[in-house]
């Protein structure tokens, strides 16, 4: 398991089994360091539509696997011990409430 703080300063979790979940798409294989990087120092942070407990962290890359895009995390944040969901790369930021981070 890892562990990062995000731009708030909390602990997030990215167990062993999210990450493999992650990295079954090939283009996230070593993508490690730009998800903790996206969690520290996101270009910005939504709340899901779905679930106000989950935030979007999005940070842009001009050069990726797949050209450039957005990287998004998924992390569950209402809960005692946040947790990435997910991680994959995106041409859009997905709808939502848009959460300050300064």
């Known amino acids: 398991m890892k562990r990062f703080s995000d731009y708030a300063d909390r602990d997030v979790r990215l167990t ?6 992650i990295e079954r798409r090939p283009e996230m294989e070593g993508q490690i360091g730009r ?29 990726t696997p797949v050209t450039e ?3 998004l995390v998924v992390v569950k944040v209402g809960v005692e011990s946040p947790f ?11 709808s939502g409430t848009t959460v300050e981070t300064e």
């Open 16 to 21: 062993d089994e999210r990450l493999e979940h």
């Open 35 to 63: 998800i903790e990087e996206t969690l520290r120092e996101p270009d910005e942070v939504r709340e899901s539509e779905g679930d106000e407990s989950v935030f979007l962290y999005y940070r842009q890359y001009d050069e």
């Open 69 to 71: 895009k957005y990287l």
């Open 84 to 94: 990435v969901i997910t991680a994959f790369f995106t041409d859009r930021l997905k």
